[in-house]
T-cell receptor
Framework: DAGVIQSPRHEVTEMGQEVTLRCKPISGHDYLFWYRQTMMRGLELLIYFNNNVPIDDSGMPEDRFSAKMPNASFSTLKIQPSEPRDSAVYFC???????????????FGDGTRLSIL | AQKVTQAQTEISVVEKEDVTLDCVYETRDTTYYLFWYKQPPSGELVFLIRRNSFDEQNEISGRYSWNFQKSTSSFNFTITASQVVDSAVYFCALSEISGAGSYQLTFGKGTKLSVIP
């Protein structure tokens, strides 16, 4: 079975440019998560969706960040305008919700390594 | 607020030695889940184990074993007869089950394990 697929694997762009990260969750998973990993702050949850609906976006750093999930098989995380401090590895993860409190394990993609110059 | 502490930042062992990675957590919930993830040098995050707060049985999977003790709020991970392929950063994580059926994972800072041949 295919795992979580993220693209691109690497992105290098200049400050001020728009960046779009993409994620395809595991088929049948109804939870999708976006995380950011940095040396200073470790792994942080940015936002998560259930059945394509954003549930908690309290981790989104500021208005420059936005995330969408137009359908069950695709999500985007957008940064506009990008800044050097946004440089990090961004992970997408998905999980299957058997029932509301099952907390099934999250399966992660390979990540997108983002560098803002 | 929930918190996960992995006090060991880096550990080095010689191949075939046993090694234990410590994880201490804080939560006000009586129902929660604990996880371990592995991040090899290639960067992806690999799920290893999930344990709920009602199940204090130790678990063994091949060379891996986990010791969960609610009395000390610890969920330690032991690798027996370590191998070079075990070299990775290992993350412990906690998920509370809030009224909203939260899936939010709080990660520790990780322990970098280096197995020397």
């Amino acid at each position: 079975d295919a795992g979580v697929i993220q693209s691109p694997r690497h992105e290098v762009t200049e400050m001020g440019q728009e960046v779009t990260l993409r994620c395809k969750p595991i088929s049948g998973h109804d939870y999708l998560f976006w995380y950011r990993q940095t040396m200073m702050r470790g792994l942080e949850l940015l936002i998560y969706f259930n059945n394509n609906v954003p549930i908690d976006d309290s981790g989104m750093p500021e208005d420059r960040f936005s995330a969408k999930m137009p359908n069950a098989s695709f999500s985007t995380l957008k940064i506009q305008p990008s800044e050097p401090r946004d440089s990090a590895v961004y992970f997408c993860a998905s999980a299957q919700g058997e029932h509301r409190y099952s907390n099934q394990p999250q399966h992660f993609g390979d990540g997108t390594r983002l560098s803002i110059l | 607020a929930q918190k996960v502490t992995q006090a060991q930042t880096e550990i080095s062992v010689v191949e075939k030695e046993d090694v234990t990675l410590d994880c201490v957590y804080e939560t006000r919930d009586t129902t929660y889940y604990l996880f371990w993830y592995k991040q090899p040098p290639s960067g992806e995050l690999v799920f290893l184990i999930r344990r709920n707060s009602f199940d204090e049985q130790n678990e063994i999977s091949g060379r891996y074993s986990w010791n969960f003790q609610k009395s000390t709020s610890s969920f330690n991970f032991t690798i027996t007869a370590s191998q070079v392929v075990d070299s990775a950063v290992y993350f412990c994580a906690l998920s509370e089950i809030s009224g909203a059926g939260s899936y939010q994972l709080t990660f520790g800072k990780g322990t970098k394990l280096s197995v020397i041949p």
